[in-house]
């Protein structure tokens, strides 16, 4: 059987050309342009150890067309609550830089350093679930590799990411309102031409977020590392695509475009997916700084900490889950949390040092 080809961005960029490119605000604007799915998504780590996510999610397939909010909080001592929505029918302004649903908005300032999120689909549909608003100021340039398209068969999958912001949220979680400061990351993705499913078998996200080891108890000094990877499908070449970011002191510091992701100790979940999944994740990225110098991240994480894990057939309207059933078996998506982080950061001729910190991650198995 032959392979449909799958080519990363990294590898059509030209020789001499930098792999890494300045993302521009039209890279995050909606698009919804043809059959398959569309995401904004902000992540956050918050000064009070709320951890979380907030995204719209949109697709299209088979004439059909879904929109849903999906929001996770998780404070330590307290249960995750995780909420997905349907969010009935897509707003976009006409500059595609304010785009909402039911329950959740996002719009960006004139000079796209500032972006107003609200969410309030948990508690319009139960008085006891989330509501909160955040201000995201993003703190350093966007970034994607080569022009942020991944070519699989006939479509394509972006990736465009706002790597540092700080955040300023406030709102009301376990029937507690709260009110903090802390620290995000944006992701626009987008997969065109292609079926969502089709785009990767298996997706690895983190997003670390601390401090070098050294530092004084008392420094203000914030660092993070975000991973964003996937492994195509058999079908079209099973092939490694990846990003990944290191910031420190609010500015985008490295760049990865080589990331290798290993999977060790693994148990069979508890929870009845069938999947085996992972208590080590080894992390290798491999790129440039900002100035130009080899740089290689490692990450030996142990993501052991259960926040949610969500079914996602389960979550499907009714005829798109037929559908998508039919095609593949079970995608699940296993979301943990990492109280003792650490990243090893090398940078070619300076010595080696360690962050430490805590850090999200998730795992989506789509076979």
Excluded at 99 to 120: F, I, P, Q, R
Aim: net charge negative.
């Amino acid at each position: 059987m032959g392979y449909k080809k799958t080519v990363t961005a990294a590898s059509l960029v030209h020789e001499g050309h930098p792999i890494a490119t300045q993302a521009v605000p039209k890279d995050f604007a909606w698009l919804r342009d043809s059959t398959g799915s569309e995401t904004q998504t902000m992540y956050f780590h918050l000064d009070n150890g709320c951890v979380g996510f907030v995204q719209i999610a949109w697709a299209y397939l088979a004439m059909i067309t879904t929109i849903e909010t999906n929001a996770m909080f998780y404070v330590p001592g307290h249960k995750c609550v995780f909420e997905t929505h349907n969010g009935h029918t897509l707003k976009v302004s006409k500059d595609s830089y304010e785009y909402g649903c039911k329950g959740l908005s996002m719009a960006w300032n004139k000079e796209h350093d500032k972006l107003n999120v609200k969410y309030t689909a948990g508690k319009e549909r139960n008085a006891k679930g989330v509501a909160a608003t955040f201000e995201f100021v993003r703190k350093s340039d966007g970034y994607k590799i080569g022009d942020g398209k991944n070519h699989i068969g006939d479509g394509t999958a972006a990736h465009y990411f706002y790597p540092t912001g700080e955040v300023i949220a406030k709102g009301e979680i376990n029937g507690e309102k709260f009110e903090s400061k802390g620290v995000g990351l944006f992701i626009h993705a987008h997969s065109g031409n292609i079926m969502p499913y089709n785009v990767g078998a298996e997706w690895n996200l983190s997003f670390f977020t601390g401090r070098r080891e050294n530092a004084s108890p008392d420094s203000k000094e914030r660092s993070t590392f975000h991973l964003l990877q996937y492994l195509t499908p058999e079908s079209y070449g099973s092939v490694n695509c990846s990003n990944a970011g290191l910031t420190e002191d609010n500015q985008l510091r490295a760049i990865f475009w080589d990331t290798t992701v290993e999977h060790k100790e693994l148990t069979k979940d508890e929870n009845g997916s069938g999947y085996e999944i992972p208590k080590r994740v080894i992390i290798t990225s491999k790129g440039k700084t900002t100035d130009g110098k080899p740089i290689t991240v490692t990450f030996d994480a142990r993501p052991s900490y259960r926040l949610h894990d969500i079914d996602v057939l389960h979550e499907m309207p009714y005829v798109v889950r037929r559908l998508v059933q039919a095609l593949i078996t079970k995608p699940f998506i296993f979301e943990r949390y990492e109280e003792n982080a650490k990243v090893t950061v090398a940078v070619e001729g300076e010595d080696p040092y360690a962050l430490v910190g805590v850090a999200f991650h998730e795992l989506t198995m789509v076979k």
